[in-house]
């Protein structure tokens, strides 16, 4: 409750200096405050919902403790109840909303599918999850840009790297990280026999300047031909740029664009989200509680769900989810699977604070 004081009286504050014309002048200060104040919003509301429902509360029991008709007090009485059951629902809501917030919640996504086992199976499968992403962003009206990309001749994907730009996308999408399996009869199949297939795909905060500090001495830059298919510009202009961070290892390579500055600077934003979240993989696994988390791991190999095309049936298997509309879901209706993830992650950071 001190907490939530604390929190409603910055509030105010805030509500006071984004007002006052003397702020308005510095428009980096008044920024920083509109953005602090819209982040209170949510929380300050719903704590003064909670008050209000408990002062109503207080009278009704207050109340009842007067003379009353039967009427009256059987008004009362289911009155008092339905406030209680308000009470204990805004309760709810005030603790997840006071859990620690993941820094990485409001940032854009730089999302990684990468065929598994299957061969071309596997390809075409991870084509398909492509879809359901991109598919699921425009839902959501979120902007979707494809970094790099290496395709098969039948149209399926060795590997695809892709920004989704929009508020909270990383809320929404942190936990699609893991090995993701098809079980189908492919088209190349003449046979008729289910085979089953994988995907893995990473999910990585995207990186501002300002959270990596990369020394470029630290980098190795090589440019290339583009290869596979396109304009004249494939495998006669040196368009294509490959980064190597030599601290790390880690190389990144962008041929997408006909311009290797905008190659370049592509490549560059794959590095700073690789190096953010190498970064943050360390410090989880450092700070890791004998206690895993049942979802929130982002481990790349860990299988997570299951396409089953024969049932009609997707399973996430880290919450024991089963949705028997396999096709809505790789048109990126997903948003069922989506809340039931962050709902059960919730749960179990609630468990632990208790």
Not at 6 to 24: C, F, R, T
Not at 69 to 95: C, I, N, Q
Not at 184 to 209: C, D, K, N, Y
Request: aromatic residues 4%.
């Amino acid at each position: 409750m001190d907490k939530l004081e604390s929190l409603e009286k910055k509030y105010e504050e805030l509500s006071e200096l984004i007002a006052d014309p003397k702020v308005m002048e510095d428009q980096g200060r008044w920024q920083q405050y509109v953005k602090s104040h819209a982040e209170l919003s949510e929380v300050v509301t719903v704590y003064r919902q909670y008050k209000k429902v408990v002062t109503e509360l207080e009278d009704v029991r207050q109340m009842l403790k007067d003379k009353l008709d039967a009427e009256m007090r059987e008004m009362a009485e289911l009155e008092e109840e339905e406030l209680d059951s308000k009470k204990e629902e805004l309760e709810g809501k005030l603790k997840v909303l006071l859990l620690p917030k993941d820094p990485n919640d409001d940032k854009n996504v730089i999302m990684e599918i990468r065929a598994g086992t299957g061969g071309e199976e596997a390809a075409l499968f991870g084509a398909d999850l492509f879809r359901m992403y991109t598919r699921f962003a425009e839902l959501k009206g979120w902007r979707t840009e494809i970094m790099d990309a290496h395709y098969t001749d039948i149209g399926g994907v060795k590997e695809i790297i892709f920004l989704i730009e929009g508020k909270g996308a990383f809320s929404q999408l942190k936990f699609e990280s893991g090995v993701h399996r098809v079980q189908r009869v492919p088209t190349t199949e003449s046979g008729g026999r289910i085979h089953t297939s994988a995907a893995t795909v990473a999910v990585l905060p995207e990186a501002e300047e300002v959270d990596v500090d990369i020394n470029p001495n630290d980098l190795r830059i090589d440019v290339f031909c583009s290869t596979g298919p396109g304009g004249q510009s494939v495998n006669t202009t040196q368009s294509a740029v490959r980064i190597t961070h030599l601290p790390t290892g880690i190389v990144v390579s962008c041929q997408d664009e006909k311009s290797q500055h905008k190659n370049k600077d592509k490549a560059m934003r794959v590095l700073r989200a690789r190096l953010l979240d190498q970064a943050q993989q360390e410090q989880r696994q450092q700070m890791a509680s004998a206690r895993k988390s049942q979802v929130g791991s982002g481990d790349r190999s860990e299988r997570i769900r299951t396409y089953n095309f024969s049932q009609n049936r997707v399973t996430d298997h880290r919450i024991g989810l089963t949705l028997h509309r396999l096709q809505e879901v790789l048109m990126g209706n997903l948003q069922e699977v989506v809340d039931a993830l962050i709902t059960t992650d919730q749960a179990e950071r609630l468990q632990q604070v208790d």
